[in-house]
Nanobody
């Protein structure tokens, strides 16, 4: 059974920080690129960040670059999203997702349709 379980969301004041975690099981974690997406009410799901299966290449949305950091621990089958200097516009449900990538590529994987597995999301609320 494939599972991606997010945790670490919550309520934080603008300028604060949160660290999201996503624990994966049921698939070969080190053969998948991983991504974080978010969706605010009434808005489309957007890519936040992604990290490749091997080599550690990362990608960030322009709105989060310099504030967010994605990382992964293959030994723990876990991907993280460190979020600093949070803004009210960061408020959304955050989802982690996995995309099969047995061989490292130069793709950024910013399209949600490219991903194979999804978690149920964790709410992040940033107050002004």
């Amino acid at each position: 059974e494939v599972q991606l379980v997010e945790s670490g969301g919550g309520l934080v004041q603008a300028g604060g920080s949160l660290r999201l975690s996503c624990a994966a099981s049921g698939f070969t974690f080190d053969e998948y690129a991983l991504g974080w997406f978010r969706q605010a009410p009434g808005k489309e799901r957007e890519g936040v960040s992604s990290i490749h299966s091997t080599g550690g290449r990362t990608n960030y949305a322009d709105s989060t670059k310099g504030r967010f950091t994605i990382s992964r621990d293959n030994a723990k089958n876990t991907v993280y999203l460190q979020m600093n200097s949070l803004k009210p516009e960061d408020t959304a449900v955050y989802y982690c997702a996995a995309k099969y990538e047995a061989v490292d590529t130069t793709e950024f994987y910013t399209d949600a349709d490219e991903y194979d597995y999804w978690g149920q999301g964790t709410q992040v609320t940033v107050s002004s």
